[in-house]
């Protein structure tokens, strides 16, 4: 007599349902990974491209000089609208808010919150240096950065970049 078998034993079952958890758990932190990479990659076009390029023609139309961003005075909410309107996000891609800190004729002065970034500041200042080397003769709004910095620690960590010609 034949002792036919329907189905599949629990054992097999199991060993299914392990293998395809483990490869779900993979697949996860893979996308996650990867979604920090890209956030990366966009904050650092924002910083070392698209903020220079928005500053230079603004630069040049204000007699070479930063002195009317924010104007009258100085106020760091309307320099930040400015910006805003030609263009540049209001938050960085893992949704921490960047401000400007300050404005001289000469420089502007930014602050991108980080803290929320999984990779971390330091990463994202690693990313924008890596940005700036490749770029040794300043063909491109890169030379617009003159120069970064990790400004505090922990969840109100802040790379702080210097703007100006």
């Avoid at 990479?37 to 966009?42: K, R, T």
């Avoid at 650092?44 to 928005?54: A, E, H, K, L």
């Avoid at 040794?136 to 030379?143: E, V």
Wanted: aromatic letters at 8%.
């Amino acid at each position: 007599m034949k002792n036919a078998s329907r189905g599949f034993s629990l054992v097999e079952l199991v060993f299914v349902l392990l293998l395809i958890s483990a490869m779900a758990v993979g697949l996860f932190r893979f996308n996650e990974g990867r979604r920090a990479e890209l956030m990366l990659s966009a904050a650092v076009r924002t910083i070392v491209v698209d903020i220079p390029g928005t500053l230079r023609p603004f630069w040049e139309i204000n007699g070479y000089s930063y002195g009317a961003l924010g104007a009258p005075g100085f106020d760091a909410d309307r320099a930040k609208t400015t910006l805003v309107k030609r263009g540049i996000p209001a938050a960085m891609p893992w949704r921490d808010p960047w401000e400007v800190v300050s404005r001289t004729s000469a420089t502007v002065t930014i602050d991108f919150t980080c803290g929320g970034f999984r990779l971390g500041c330091r990463e994202l200042v690693a990313a924008v240096a890596s940005a700036r080397e490749s770029d040794p003769l300043g063909n491109s709004n890169l030379r617009g950065v003159t120069s970064t910095a990790v400004h505090s620690e922990g969840a109100e960590a802040a790379l702080r970049v210097v703007y100006g010609r």
